[in-house]
């Protein structure tokens, strides 16, 4: 059964740092691409970024360039976003997804639980 | 950047209705798309990839078409648990892209 565990979202203070994590089971992982996708409090989905299966590709949506980095550890089958600069309008719940990629089309199979990251004063 | 727009953004329906709903993209980049639904508290799940395949698990009154810019998911007999809110996605050029959401409600 495939299996994704997000964890280490806590409160944390605009200007912040904060590192997740999502724990991944039942599945080959370094076989995957793997994804953030966030859903801020009351709104829709927003995809937030990409990782291929060996690390060599990274992309991110335009709002979070520069302030986050996502990346995996294949041997621990995990996948990690961390996040600097934080700010208010980064408050949401944060969902690591697998995300399969066909050709000219994509899609997202199996998504963790979410872990919420509130950004405030 | 590109836009998928979802319509209506809200509906209000029966069980056993047949339900549409539909996604527009701003530009024509993709003849795929996916959907998803989403209850309350919980993550996302996978409805429908590719435009059009069932994803394995999902009720085959569940259905996807389309291509271009406009995809639609289609319900045949909407059942108590399908009350949910709905999300259509696509690739393109800029990352990935979610529609905005269509909540379906009970009438």
């Known amino acids: 059964e495939v299996q994704l565990v997000e964890s280490g979202g806590h409160w944390v203070q605009p200007g912040g740092s904060l590192r997740l994590s999502c724990a991944a089971s039942?599945?080959?992982?370094?076989?995957?691409?793997m994804s953030w996708v966030r859903q801020a409090p009351g709104k829709g989905l927003e995809w937030v970024a990409n990782?291929?299966?060996?690390?060599?590709?990274?992309y991110y949506v335009d709002s979070v360039k520069g302030r986050f980095t996502i990346s995996r550890d294949n041997a621990k089958n995990s996948l990690y976003l961390q996040m600097n600069s934080l700010r208010v309008e980064d408050t949401a719940v944060y969902y690591c997804?697998?995300?399969?990629?066909?050709?000219?089309?994509?899609?997202?199979?199996?998504w963790g639980q979410g872990t919420l990251v509130p950004v405030s004063s | 950047d590109i836009q998928l727009t979802q319509s209506p953004f809200f509906l209000s329906a029966s069980v056993g209705d047949r339900v549409t709903i539909t996604c527009r993209a701003s530009?024509?980049?993709?003849?795929?798309s996916a959907w998803y639904q989403q209850k309350p508290g919980k993550a996302p799940k996978l409805l429908i990839y590719?435009?059009?395949k069932l994803q394995t698990g999902v009720p085959s009154r569940f259905s996807g078409s389309g291509s271009g810019t406009e995809f639609t998911l289609t319900i045949s007999s909407l059942q108590p648990e399908d009350f949910a809110t709905y999300y259509c996605?696509?690739?393109?050029?800029?990352?990935?892209?979610f529609g905005g959401g269509t909540k379906v409600d009970i009438k």
């Open positions: 997804a697998r995300y399969i990629v066909l050709s000219v089309t994509t899609w997202f199979d199996y």
């Open positions: 039942g599945f080959t992982f370094s076989s995957y691409w």
């Open positions: 990782i291929k299966q060996d690390g060599s590709e990274k």
């Open positions: 530009q024509g980049i993709s003849d795929y």
């Open positions: 590719a435009t059009s």
């Open positions: 996605q696509q690739l393109n050029s800029y990352g990935v892209t």
